[in-house]
């Protein structure tokens, strides 16, 4: 189930810059018994990505309209709404400065199943050959270029791990392939400093949120994978899943799940 501006339609136009360019941004949400979780904080990273991208002219009454038309649309208890905007067609080249119509694409889709069996038996994670390039502009942002990540997946599925241990270009901690990552060390909390690469998640701006009403201290660090090797716990997060614990990061095991039990309530 597909809605361009608001019109059911499978079309997009061939000029359209997120083809060739990448020009856009996305988030993907959660749906329940036809309610979008962290709605409001979908909105908001959409606005954060288009303004970092300098797309003007999206016109947020309408879409969050349309992602609750879509939502209520959905027969099943759990699905997926993943919402693209991009800054449409215009001209030819780099240049934006012709593109007056932003396009708002809404797609509904089922929910991940593999998130229930890995809740219990936790996830395994494999330091990822393909690392991160940084760059501070993008940063924490959703956009559209999303070629290392599929580059990263391509690596993962001939891997055998459940998901990838991703570090930039310096050997430093960022991120999993879709998921953002926790580790805690007795009652400090700490995750990845995203100022030069990867995404600042809508579960992971919740977890940091939530660990402080449990009296964890969350920190961003900037550290290479070793400080996982001493870690009490680690726990991963997407809009999607929403916490999954970790089991395994290469030759490291981990059997705690104190703090992604408190927090998976609320999660």
């Not at 089922?110 to 502009?137: C, M």
């Amino acid at each position: 189930m597909i809605w361009i501006n608001g019109v059911p339609q499978q079309q997009i136009a061939v000029s359209d810059r997120a083809l060739h360019y990448g020009d856009g941004c996305f988030t993907t949400a959660r749906l329940q018994h036809g309610v979008i979780n962290w709605l409001d904080a979908h909105l908001q990273r959409l606005q954060e990505a288009t303004s970092a991208l300098m797309i003007d002219g999206i016109d947020w009454v309408s879409l969050k309209a349309e992602m609750l038309n879509a939502a209520a649309s959905w027969p099943q208890a759990e699905g997926v709404v993943k919402v693209i905007l991009s800054r449409g067609s215009g001209g030819r080249g780099y240049s934006g400065a012709a593109c007056h119509q932003p396009v708002r694409l809404i797609m509904l889709s089922a929910a991940p199943t593999h998130y229930t069996a890995l809740r219990e038996s936790g996830v395994r994670l494999k330091t990822s050959p393909v690392q991160l390039g940084i760059n501070p502009r993008l940063a924490g942002i959703k956009h559209l270029n999303r070629l290392e990540q599929v580059l990263i997946r391509t690596e993962l599925e001939q891997s055998g791990a459940d998901e990838a241990l991703v570090l930039d270009t310096e050997g430093r901690l960022v991120e999993c392939c879709a998921a953002n990552l926790f580790w805690r060390k007795e009652n400090r909390l700490f995750t990845p400093d995203l100022s030069g690469a990867g995404v600042n998640g809508i579960m992971r701006r919740q977890v940091m949120k939530l660990a402080g009403l449990h009296g964890y201290r969350c920190q961003e660090v900037r550290e290479q994978p070793q400080t996982l090797a001493d870690a009490e716990e680690v726990f991963i997060s997407n809009a999607l899943m929403p916490l999954l614990p970790v089991r395994q990061i290469d030759s490291w095991h981990y059997h705690s799940r104190t703090l992604y039990q408190l927090l998976l309530p609320d999660c």
